[in-house]
Nanobody
Framework: VQLQASGGGLVQPGGSLRLSCAASGRTFSSNAMGWFRQAPGKEREFVAGISASGSTRRYADSVRGRFTISRDNAKNTMYLQMNVQTPEDTAVYYC????????????????????WGQGTLVTVSS
């Protein structure tokens, strides 16, 4: 399985970006997916997750109401729409494919995800 994250870049505070994660190598619609991020000097943290069917979405408290996760199983692609960004959103963002189709109690743990993309850098700065 290969995951390719894209869409990162430089954005001003209050601005928006949309990240994409293109998947190949197995049936995309069989697995839940997630976005994580890692800021300089910090540990990787969960940002958002979506079940295989798209019916269940989870968000970190820090992004709820500002970020929206979605997926298009016909295109084997997951998205993260990021609005009202702040400098605290600056990080490398990673997409990941979960071991199972669900967004259950383990969805915030990196160990619950089987495959990872290479990351895309998002910088929020004026």
């Amino acid at each position: 399985v290969q995951l390719q994250a894209s869409g990162g870049g430089l954005v001003q505070p209050g601005g928006s970006l949309r990240l994409s994660c293109a998947a190949s190598g197995r049936t995309f619609s069989s697995n839940a997916m997630g976005w994580f991020r890692q800021a300089p000097g910090k540990e990787r943290e969960f940002v958002a997750g979506i079940s295989a069917s798209g019916s269940t979405r989870r968000y970190a408290d820090s992004v709820r109401g500002r970020f929206t996760i979605s997926r298009d199983n016909a295109k084997n692609t997951m998205y993260l729409q990021m609005n009202v960004q702040t400098p605290e959103d600056t990080a490398v963002y990673y997409c990941a494919s979960k071991w199972d189709p669900y967004m259950d109690s383990d969805y915030q743990r990196a160990s619950a995800y089987e495959y990872w993309g290479q990351g895309t850098l998002v910088t929020v700065s004026s």
